[in-house]
């Protein structure tokens, strides 16, 4: 069964708003991606995360992953209209990666 | 650099039918994986080269699936014969060791 679980499936928020994503995984992670995958487009990779409760930022963008090594969060502050997108987690465990089912962000001007 | 490169962009086909997926990694990277993503499902492995041979196909859903990657450079996904449920975006990405993936834009696949 699927081993990363990613909430919310769908958020809509108004610009200017911030935005959050959780990964929950049912077992601990080597290391957890975070990808953003535009309408129509293909995932890309933004950050990887792999000592136990780290947080590193880009920007606007906070990635945390929990002292457990078993869940993770992707935070946007003061969201803009080009952040709009998919936006997967993915946990790898053994030799393989498990994505999330991704976050649908759309963000109202 | 160039990217990864997948072909076609798009596919439409009847079931029954069979339908070959081709992917060209970034050159010089061993790794290859194919990930598929049903309508909204998340991305699923479907299986990893290193070379020319098959690391872990455990995500191949069934017999139907066939992937190869002869030379150990370009690699294809041949259906056959595609069924309804076999609708999705197929994914390629690849890597050097076991570094971050590079995603291909993906190939969408519709069978009718």
């Known amino acids: 069964g699927q081993q990363v679980m990613q909430i919310p499936q769908y958020q809509h928020v108004q610009e200017g708003e911030d935005f959050t994503t959780y990964c929950n995984s049912s077992?601990?992670?080597?290391?957890i991606q975070w990808y953003k995958q535009r309408p129509g487009g293909h995932p890309v990779f933004l950050i990887q995360?792999?000592?136990?409760?780290e947080v590193k930022k880009q920007k606007r963008l906070t990635f945390q992953f929990g002292e457990a090594k078993k869940n993770s969060s992707l935070h946007i502050t003061a969201t803009q209209t080009t952040d709009v997108g998919t936006y997967f987690c993915?946990?790898?465990?053994?030799?393989?990666?498990?994505f999330g089912t991704g976050t649908s962000l759309t963000v109202i001007p | 650099e160039a990217g990864v490169t997948q072909f076609p962009s798009h596919s439409v086909i009847e079931k029954g039918q069979t339908v070959t997926l081709r992917c060209d990694p970034i050159?010089?990277?061993?790794?290859l994986y194919w990930y598929r993503r049903v309508m909204g499902k998340e991305i699923k492995f479907l299986l990893h080269?290193?070379?020319?041979?098959?690391?872990?196909e455990s995500g191949m859903p069934n017999n139907r699936f066939l992937a190869e990657r002869t030379g150990g450079t370009y690699s294809t996904l041949k259906v056959q014969p595609a069924e309804l449920e076999d609708s999705g975006v197929y994914f390629c990405?690849?890597?050097?060791?076991?570094?971050?993936?590079?995603f291909g834009p993906g190939t969408r696949l519709t069978v009718t």
């Open positions: 990405a690849s890597s050097q060791g076991r570094k971050l993936q590079y």
């Open positions: 077992t601990t992670l080597s290391n």
């Open positions: 995360l792999v000592k136990s409760g």
């Open positions: 993915a946990g790898l465990t053994g030799n393989q990666f498990y």
């Open positions: 050159s010089g990277h061993d790794n």
């Open positions: 080269f290193v070379k020319e041979s098959k690391q872990d």
